[in-house]
């Protein structure tokens, strides 16, 4: 199994330039998160799908922000224009229910944006 | 919107020594996972408890789940250097077709040998 791909892994890029982040997450798996983390406001959930379908995105911060889930092995995130304050390790997760009804979130290894 | 507090927020001990760290919420968790984060990789899950006194061994780790499903700690006993890393809590609720998690801001270990 190869776990959730997430790339690129790292990203520089100029204040107003339009950011792409792409994940794959684990085959077989039905439900998608996106996440971002700083060290001021830890590890937020962005956005869910689940089927594909989004199903919340109240922690998208602005319009900025975009994501699709164009079918059940890609997703993307966008972001545009981008900002310095957009700086942060953007990871993807997946996951699935198990028999016992409970699931575990497997996370990608994030793709570290600095926008400047 | 349900936050968890985690305590401390750094800690860096000796080898061989104990320690706890604590997730404290005022909101009701269907369960509790405790993740453990390495420098460039995302969090990794260690344990899920689900059940109010509920306690889990993993090893030198134990967790535990409060009675009222609102707090949880992890105790480490005798920490070794590779226990060294970003210990995250996060209570899940079930939302829309799957389970969120609202995350701690975690406690940064180092156990220097």
């Known amino acids: 199994d190869a776990g959730v791909i997430q790339s690129p892994r790292h990203e520089v890029t100029e204040m107003g330039q339009e950011v792409t982040l792409r994940c794959k997450p684990i085959?077989?798996?039905?439900?998608l998160f996106w996440y971002r983390q700083t060290m001021m406001r830890g590890l937020e959930l962005l956005i869910y799908?689940?089927?594909?379908?989004?199903?919340?995105d109240s922690g998208m911060p602005e319009d900025r922000f975009s994501a699709k889930m164009p079918n059940a092995s890609f997703s993307t995130l966008k972001i545009q224009p981008s900002e310095p304050r957009d700086s942060a390790v953007y990871f993807c997760?997946?996951?699935?229910?198990?028999?016992?009804?409970?699931?575990?979130?497997?996370f990608g290894p994030g793709t570290r944006l600095l926008v400047l | 919107t349900q936050l968890l507090e985690q305590s401390p927020q750094f800690l860096s001990i000796q080898e061989g020594e104990n320690l706890t760290v604590y997730c404290n919420s005022s909101s009701v968790f269907s369960s509790l996972q405790w993740y453990r984060q390495e420098p460039g990789e995302g969090p990794v899950l260690l344990v899920t408890v689900v059940t109010g006194g509920e306690v889990k061994k993993l090893k030198r780790l134990t967790f535990q789940f409060g009675d009222a499903r609102k707090d949880s700690s992890l105790h480490i006993t005798a920490a070794q250097p590779g226990d060294t890393g970003l210990y995250l809590c996060a209570g899940a609720a079930w939302g829309a077709g799957s389970y969120q998690l609202t995350f701690g801001k975690g406690t940064k270990l180092s156990v220097i040998p």
């Open positions: 997760a997946s996951s699935r229910i198990n028999l016992a009804g409970w699931e575990t979130q497997y």
């Open positions: 799908f689940n089927n594909n379908v989004p199903i919340d």
């Open positions: 085959s077989g798996h039905n439900s």
